[in-house]
């Protein structure tokens, strides 16, 4: 039996799909290709455009559709690259490879935008702001010694509003005031995701559903690249698969997969509210996460009419159905007015996470890759594949500071976290309740 807060007609795929579903592309697998990229997301379109316009044929293999996997069903929220400035750097670094570091991650912003913008790709783009949501008053206060160093690393403002003036940017009294992000835009990730495509298919890459890769191995001045499908020789190869790396059907680079903690997020739709509804709930129409451990990110649909609500609503093997629920109680509680409003969508994806928190491009016995974006990975997943083409062409005219960074992994860690997860997310939501019980 359905459970009553599903609307009639409930899908299980992602809302973004009913105007920009992944096509079917009727592509044979080539026997030999000059670049292969494996991974037909934002970072393996990416890196396909620029390879093409270098003047190296790729080839882009996908072990689903192109656009697939999490490309099409994030939150279309367009980050900065803010979470790689929190991460602790200085320490780890160095002051100056740090601010390297921060200033290339927020590079990612205006990187996308240029990509929107010169391939004419009708995403639903605006350069709206986030507001970050604090969970706590020490959460608020620790917002306010990085709101300085954000707006430097970003070059675009930020600004605090106490919890007094919360509603000037969230009709909610649920958190503690936040901080108000500039450097932040919202896109329709199922139209970016198929226009970043037929911008590498015009260019002249080829695209291939379908092919799951399953090794990579050497072979004289090449690669033989073993599918489900046959093989492929290539002179280079480019590993882009991010939170999909691992998979017992077939892992094309597991020396990757051992430093990616592959997560599921999950995000719901509501069913149509209403552009007043709107306008109450996102006062400015901005992006929205909390500082939560178990975090929420949410946001008005670009037609204005829907909430879309996202979070780690299990740390479980859970379905998108199963799932549903867990974020109407979370949407809920910020917004008690939608305690009746049904849900009409809900999926999962996978995000992937490094030990380090930060983005990574190299080589790895020959083989390129580019992975690792802790979650916000429109704009970074983008621009890391830019990047790691310039690299594989020879065309870089400046170190990128996200390159050749030491990739630490795990002792007996194999790519798959799901045996500790569940006993990690109790902890983290442990210490959220401590947090704001001490509010």
Same mark, same amino acid.
Request: hydrophobic share 40%.
């Given at each position: 039996?359905?459970?009553?807060?599903?609307?009639?007609?409930?899908?299980?795929?992602?809302?973004?799909?009913?105007?920009?579903?992944?096509?079917?592309?009727?592509?044979?697998?080539?026997?030999?290709?000059?670049?292969?990229?494996?991974?037909?997301?934002?970072?393996?379109?990416?890196?396909?455009?620029?390879?093409?316009?270098?003047?190296?044929?790729?080839?882009?293999?996908?072990?689903?559709?192109?656009?697939?996997?999490?490309?099409?069903?994030?939150?279309?929220?367009?980050?900065?690259?803010?979470?790689?400035?929190?991460?602790?750097?200085?320490?780890?670094?160095?002051?100056?490879?740090?601010?390297?570091?921060?200033?290339?991650?927020?590079?990612?912003?205006?990187?996308?935008?240029?990509?929107?913008?010169?391939?004419?790709?009708?995403?639903?783009?605006?350069?709206?702001?986030?507001?970050?949501?604090?969970?706590?008053?020490?959460?608020?206060?620790?917002?306010?010694?990085?709101?300085?160093?954000?707006?430097?690393?970003?070059?675009?403002?930020?600004?605090?509003?106490?919890?007094?003036?919360?509603?000037?940017?969230?009709?909610?009294?649920?958190?503690?005031?936040?901080?108000?992000?500039?450097?932040?835009?919202?896109?329709?990730? #199922?139209?970016? /995701?198929?226009?970043? =495509? %037929?911008? !590498? +298919?015009?260019?002249?890459?080829? &695209?291939?559903?379908?092919?799951?890769?399953?090794?990579?191995?050497?072979?004289?001045?090449?690669?033989?690249?073993?599918?489900?499908?046959?093989?492929?020789?290539?002179?280079?190869?480019?590993?882009?698969?991010?939170?999909?790396?691992?998979?017992?059907?077939?892992?094309?680079?597991?020396?990757?997969?051992?430093?990616?903690?592959?997560?599921?997020?999950?995000?719901?739709?509501?069913?149509?509210?209403?552009?007043?509804?709107?306008?109450?709930?996102?006062?400015?129409?901005?992006?929205?996460?909390?500082?939560?451990?178990?975090?929420?990110?949410?946001?008005?649909?670009?037609?204005?009419?829907?909430?879309?609500? #996202?979070?780690? /609503?299990?740390?479980? =093997? %859970?379905? !998108? +159905?199963?799932?549903?629920?867990? &974020?109407?109680?979370?949407?809920?509680?910020?917004?008690?007015?939608?305690?009746?409003?049904?849900?009409?969508?809900?999926?999962?994806?996978?995000?992937?996470?490094?030990?380090?928190?930060?983005?990574?491009?190299?080589?790895?016995?020959?083989?390129?890759?580019?992975?690792?974006?802790?979650?916000?990975?429109?704009?970074?997943?983008?621009?890391?594949?830019?990047?790691?083409?310039?690299?594989?062409?020879?065309?870089?005219?400046?170190?990128?500071?996200?390159?050749?960074?030491?990739?630490?992994?795990?002792?007996?860690?194999?790519?798959?976290?799901?045996?500790?997860?569940?006993?990690?997310?109790?902890?983290?939501?442990?210490?959220?309740?401590?947090?704001?019980? %001490?509010?």
């Amino acid at each position: 039996m359905a459970h009553p807060l599903l609307a009639a007609g409930f899908k299980t795929s992602p809302w973004w799909w009913e105007a920009a579903e992944p096509p079917q592309r009727d592509n044979t697998l080539p026997g030999r290709a000059p670049v292969v990229v494996v991974g037909g997301g934002y970072a393996g379109l990416s890196a396909a455009l620029t390879l093409q316009r270098l003047g190296h044929q790729a080839v882009v293999l996908d072990a689903e559709r192109i656009g697939w996997g999490a490309s099409s069903r994030n939150g279309g929220m367009v980050s900065g690259g803010l979470k790689v400035a929190g991460a602790g750097l200085e320490k780890a670094f160095g002051k100056a490879q740090a601010e390297a570091i921060t200033r290339t991650a927020a590079a990612s912003l205006p990187f996308i935008e240029e990509t929107i913008a010169r391939e004419g790709i009708d995403c639903d783009y605006l350069r709206c702001g986030r507001f970050s949501a604090a969970w706590s008053p020490a959460h608020y206060d620790a917002m306010a010694r990085r709101a300085e160093a954000l707006a430097e690393i970003t070059g675009l403002p930020t600004s605090m509003l106490p919890k007094a003036r919360q509603r000037e940017a969230l009709g909610s009294d649920h958190y503690h005031g936040g901080m108000l992000v500039a450097a932040t835009g919202s896109l329709h990730p #199922g139209k970016y /995701a198929r226009g970043l =495509a %037929a911008a !590498a +298919e015009r260019a002249g890459a080829r &695209l291939v559903d379908g092919v799951r890769v399953q090794g990579i191995r050497e072979e004289g001045n090449g690669f033989r690249i073993a599918t489900d499908r046959g093989e492929v020789r290539a002179d280079a190869v480019l590993v882009t698969t991010n939170g999909y790396s691992l998979d017992r059907r077939g892992t094309a680079l597991p020396w990757l997969a051992r430093r990616l903690v592959p997560l599921n997020s999950y995000i719901i739709a509501t069913e149509e509210l209403g552009e007043a509804v709107i306008d109450r709930l996102f006062p400015g129409r901005r992006m929205v996460s909390d500082s939560k451990r178990v975090l929420n990110y949410f946001r008005p649909s670009p037609d204005g009419k829907r909430v879309l609500w #996202g979070g780690r /609503a299990s740390f479980r =093997a %859970a379905t !998108a +159905e199963q799932s549903a629920p867990a &974020l109407h109680g979370y949407m809920t509680a910020c917004f008690p007015e939608l305690r009746d409003v049904k849900v009409t969508h809900a999926w999962t994806g996978n995000v992937a996470f490094t030990f380090d928190h930060l983005p990574h491009i190299g080589v790895e016995r020959g083989v390129h890759y580019a992975a690792g974006c802790q979650g916000s990975g429109v704009a970074m997943a983008t621009w890391l594949g830019h990047n790691v083409a310039l690299k594989l062409a020879g065309a870089a005219n400046a170190r990128f500071a996200l390159d050749g960074l030491p990739f630490p992994t795990r002792p007996f860690y194999r790519g798959n976290p799901n045996w500790v997860l569940p006993f990690i997310g109790e902890w983290y939501k442990l210490r959220d309740r401590i947090d704001r019980m %001490a509010a």
